[in-house]
Every structure is written in C-alpha cells, then in structure tokens.
T-cell receptor, first 118, second 112 residues
Framework: EAGVAQSPRYKIIEKRQSVAFWCNPI?????LYWYQQILGQGPKLLIQ????????DSQLPKDRFSAERLKGVDSTLKIQPAKLEDSAVYLC????????????????FGPGTRLTVL | AQSVTQPDIHITVSEGASLELRCNYS??????LFWYVQSPGQGLQLLLK??????LVQGIKGFEAEFKRSQSSFNLRKPSVHWSDAAEYFC??????????FGTGTRLLVSP
C-alpha cells in the first residue's frame, strides 16, 4: 500500500514570496491533516479536512495560509506571503477517520516538506 | 487545555542497554495516548497507542509503554536498544475527533 506522498521535499524561498505544498493521502482515507513542525518542537495541527470539508482550522494563520482539498483527495497548502517564522517542516497525514468523538484510527504521516524562508 | 510534556530533550543510551522515555500528559477525560518515532528526513511512524484496557501496551520494533493514570504518565520502554533506534520520539494525546497534541520530542542517541 502506498503511503502519504508529499512534494516538494525541500523548498527555499525569500520572505514575502509565496509557496505551495502538495499532499496525496493514502487511497480511501477520508481525513487529511496538515501539521507544522518547527525545529525543536512537536508537530502542531494547522488544518483538518474530512473529505473535502474543513473540520478544524482554528490554528491556521488565515491571513497568510490557505488550504484546500478539492474532490476530497489531494490537498494543497499555500503560504502567501511567507515570513521568516514560517520556516518549518510541513507534514501531511491521513486516516480513515470519518466522524465521531472517539476514534482509534491511526494517522499516517508523509515525509514532510522542509521550508526555509530567507 | 490538553498538553504533553516530554522532560528529556536528549537521551544517550549504550547499544544493548535498556531505554525509558518519559511522557506526562494533561487531559480532563480518559486519554488516548500515542508514541511516534521520526527518523531523519522521514515522517512520523506510529509505535503504539493506548485507548483502554490493559495498561501495558505492546508496539512495533520491540517497544512497549505503560499507562499510569495516577501519575498522568505514558512512558515508553525497550529492554535492549539497537543502533537503528536512534531517532526522535514523540508522545501525543488524542483530544477527541482524532485531533492530536504532541510533546516537544526526545532525541535518542545510541552509543556503541
């Protein structure tokens, strides 16, 4: 079974530029997550999709970050304009979770995109 | 608010020695608890998870963890560490609707 795919693996940009990341989840997984992992910290959830609807985007800096999941499969995360503090690894994860407060489903993570903002 | 504390930033263990990584959580209800491992340049891989029942949970790669409600802890253990276990380990608590809150991680170094 193919895992979660992400591209690019690495990206270097200047501050105030824009950047986009792509994620292809495991086939059949209803829920997709984007996490931000700053060096020395654990991953922090940015946004959670269930199919093509947003479940939680409370920690997404909406003035500069946007995400979409068209057709409930692939997803893109965009930053515009980027700031120095956006330098981090952006992880995508997916799971079979399809609702309900209590779930034992596992989140499967992709390899991440390492973003450096100069 | 839900939180996870991993008090050790780095731990060095000799190959073949035993390992224990500490994790303390703060959560109002019965927690769902997870341990993930992250090797350099890789995503996170689930080692084990606890939802209910037996408080000693077995995982992959010879790891186990014990849930202690009285101590709000979920420490990860391995009886004999291999050089390939060198990685960063993250403890996480599930806060409902499958959201995870992660700790800051513990980097494991394995010496020959």
């Amino acid at each position: 079974e193919a895992g979660v795919a992400q591209s690019p693996r690495y990206k270097i940009i200047e501050k105030r530029q824009s950047v986009a990341f792509w994620c292809n989840p495991i086939s059949g997984h209803a829920t997709l997550y984007w996490y931000q992992q700053i060096l020395g910290q654990g991953p922090k959830l940015l946004i959670q999709f269930q199919n093509n609807g947003v479940v939680d985007d409370s920690q997404l800096p909406k003035d500069r970050f946007s995400a979409e999941r068209l057709k409930g499969v692939d997803s893109t995360l965009k930053i515009q304009p980027a700031k120095l503090e956006d330098s981090a690894v952006y992880l995508c994860a997916s799971s079979t979770f399809s609702g309900g407060r209590h779930s034992t489903d596992t989140q499967y993570f992709g390899p991440g995109t390492r973003l450096t903002v100069l | 608010a839900q939180s996870v504390t991993q008090p050790d930033i780095h731990i060095t263990v000799s190959e073949g020695a035993s390992l224990e990584l500490r994790c303390n959580y703060s959560y109002g209800a019965t927690p769902y608890l997870f341990w993930y491992v992250q090797s350099p340049g890789q995503g996170l891989q689930l080692l084990l998870k606890y939802f209910s029942g037996d408080t000693l949970v077995q995982g992959i790669k010879g790891f186990e963890a014990e849930f202690k409600r009285s101590q709000s802890s979920f420490n990860l253990r391995k009886p004999s560490v291999h050089w390939s276990d060198a990685a960063e380990y993250f403890c996480a608590v599930g806060t409902g609707f499958q959201k995870l809150v992660f700790g800051t991680g513990t980097r494991l170094l394995v010496s020959p």
